[in-house]
């Protein structure tokens, strides 16, 4: 046990702390804290639950935990009761959990809903009571470590230790498990503490102290806001939960199956379940979501340093959970309502690639297809190739979740992508179904199927932009988290062209990035391992970076909410239209009709999502670029449109010129009806026959749209603002 120094009992005030910690010098003002922080040291859990014998280091620890006992008990009986109200599906009692076992059971993912159920809201949404009532019952935690992680976030003695900046302090950082909540920096990467020699007495002496305190404080409110919230073990619990079943199926870069709890540090987990609290029900849990996300932010500001130098049991390097933390904290602030997180999102988002490269994840080579197990292998050995396997897949899949998110930003936005995308030397991931195995041996399975090693997407994007140009379609087998990341590539080409299609030099030009898409169209509708849900999902991405190849979405945006003088706050920076943009010039125009298809079609594929993936993270940015497409149509006095019974979506994105520039073997098709409705804005259907769609109207249907997205992204917010303003002016 650590020894301790007291002063006379006189001098100890709550200002003046003078019981010292020798092991990590922390004064105290109070025995009984620092006899509670010491056990941070030391790991001593004296308090025993008698009811399944775990040890707590803290007796109000203790406590809560009996409460779910308790509340077990109760559970009993009211499910007996009430049978009327809904209880989600129950795991194994938390007594019959091991404390140890590596990973919990799976809970089964909610099934999709048909099409024209795509909106609705499910009964626990309309009814919050419902909601708290089976969050009550649900009393077994799926993660029995959550309790462990909420006790950590509880504890002031352990989220002061890392809340201070490193190496601002007298005294050594001290290095423990990243595990716990102490995120000392080691000597491995950065020995301050020898470089800070002696503290000299007089002024500076005093202005350390002042400067700790001041630290001290305005860090203490990031915990006190978690405290604040009512934040409880079963609600991180619950947020976890829905991260892998609503979260991961639209954005798989963590592997459930192989899961490991202890083995995550606490920030990422702390982002994990930010996000997942986006799909819970309660009004309160976007304010919970919120402390948990400036929880992890503050650890990664404070504590990348220790962060970086971490290696889990399987991982290929360092680093990697860092980089899985700062990705999922930046998808959780790019699409927040709070616009501070946002734009704090934005400014931290190079680091990812910054902290990859240092790490040298782009130099790691991917799993060898000769080193899957045969199915005769040992028990042993199969399951540590599977969890290498995994973990490599996961470091790869961080990475290029990165490029994605990346090529989001840089369109909402207006900038330009904050990495080469086209200069991507990671390979393609592996397929969906080895990354969704259940088991080893299903894994194992699938992977036997994979002969040949995937390509670098460098080797993809050089696919795609051959000396001469053709329309077949690429000779690779994409996943459509692949798919996202090429599309991703190809936006950040068309954010390096200025208004005037002007590119950077060494940058394709606009005509190239439209062929390079019409290429990545005829492979994704040739794609026949995609499931429904993921083809329209990378559609509706396709149809978007089109959109903005015609004109960009985000500039265009803010010349009409600068024009009509309506405050915006989706995207930051100070880009404008070209002076001189006239609005009702550009509507006559082919690339005006073009955007316009494309916008019509972003609207159709989102009303036919399932509810279920109705909440992929490029949603909000697609629907709002279509909306800012028939504001300017209908603000320029076009009311309604008559569009052509069936789209050629060749014809929908190329011009003339872009297919008689290095395409000798492609002629622009004569008798398409969507060629004919570009060129000249008519259609040949018969009247009754061709659809027609009043912008107006349409608009009214996108603003319901954005409203249902709210509980989910809260972006959504400040878009249908706009909207809403925009759909006042067309009136």
Known sequence: MPQTTTSSPTTTTSAVKTLICRVCQKGFSKAEHLRRHERCHTGSKPFICKECRRPFARQDALTRHEKLHTRAANAKQAQVQQSS?????????LDALPWDASRAPAPPIDSAAAPSQAWETSQAEQHPSLQHAASDLDFALIWPDSEDLFQSIMSSDATDQWQMPLGALPFPPVVQDVNGMNFGS????????SSIGTIPSGGSHQAVRDVTEMVTSSSSSVTAAVKATSITSVFLDECLHMFFVRFIPTFPVLHRATFVFRECTHPLLLNAMALGSLYLGPKDSVAKGEALWRLAHTAIATSWQSLITH??????????????????????????????????????????????????????DPFPIENVPFPSASSTEKEYKWRTWAAREIQQRALLAYHILDGLVAQMSGDSASTRHVA????????????????????????????VEQPSFRLVFRSLFPPIGSFRPLDFQFSA???????????????????????????????????????????????????????LEVLLRWHTICLDTMINSTVLCRHVCSRYDIPQHVSG????????????????????????????????????LPRGRAHVIHMPSSLFSATTIYVVFSLAGVAN???????????????????????????????????????????????????????????????????????????????????????????
């Open 85 to 93: 109200v809904h209880v989600p599906p129950q795991t194994t009692s």
């Open 641 to 731: 449109i008559h569009l052509p019974r069936t789209i050629v979506w060749q014809d929908a994105l190329l011009s003339r010129s872009d297919l008689n520039l290095g395409c000798e073997n492609i002629r622009p098709s004569t008798g398409s009806e969507t060629r004919r409705f570009v060129e000249e804005g008519r259609t040949d259907s018969p009247p009754g026959m061709g659809a027609v769609r009043n912008l107006l109207y349409e608009m009214n249907s996108l603003q319901k749209l954005f409203r249902c997205m709210f509980s989910q992204w809260g972006i959504a917010y400040d878009m249908e603002e706009i909207i809403d303003q925009w759909i006042t002016l067309c009136h």
């Open 186 to 193: 080691p000597n491995s990467f950065d020995d301050r503490g």
């Open 481 to 535: 988290f692949a798919l996202r990341v090429v599309l991703e590539g190809l936006q950040s080409l068309v954010s390096d062209s200025d208004e005037s299609d002007l590119a950077a030099v060494g940058v394709p030009g606009r005509s190239d990035v439209r062929r390079a898409l019409a290429q990545v169209h005829e492979t994704i509708t040739m794609s026949i391992h995609l499931s429904a849900p993921e083809r």
């Open 424 to 451: 991507n030397p990671l390979h393609l991931p592996n397929s969906e179904a080895a990354f969704d195995a259940g088991n080893v041996d299903e894994w194992i399975a699938v992977m036997r199927t994979q002969k």
């Open 311 to 364: 290696r889990g049991p399987y991982d290929a390097c360092k680093g990697v959970q860092l980089l899985i933390t700062a990705l999922l904290g930046q998808i959780y602030g790019a699409l927040s309502k709070n616009r501070v997180i946002r734009t704090t999102s934005q400014v931290f988002r190079p680091l990812g690639f910054l902290w990859a490269r240092h790490c040298g994840m782009l130099d790691a």
């Open 573 to 608: 920076g100070s880009r404008a239209i070209k002076p001189g943009f006239d609005m009702t010039k550009w509507v006559n125009t082919e690339d005006a009709r073009r955007a316009l298809l494309h916008a019509i079609a972003i609207q159709d594929i989102v009303e036919q």
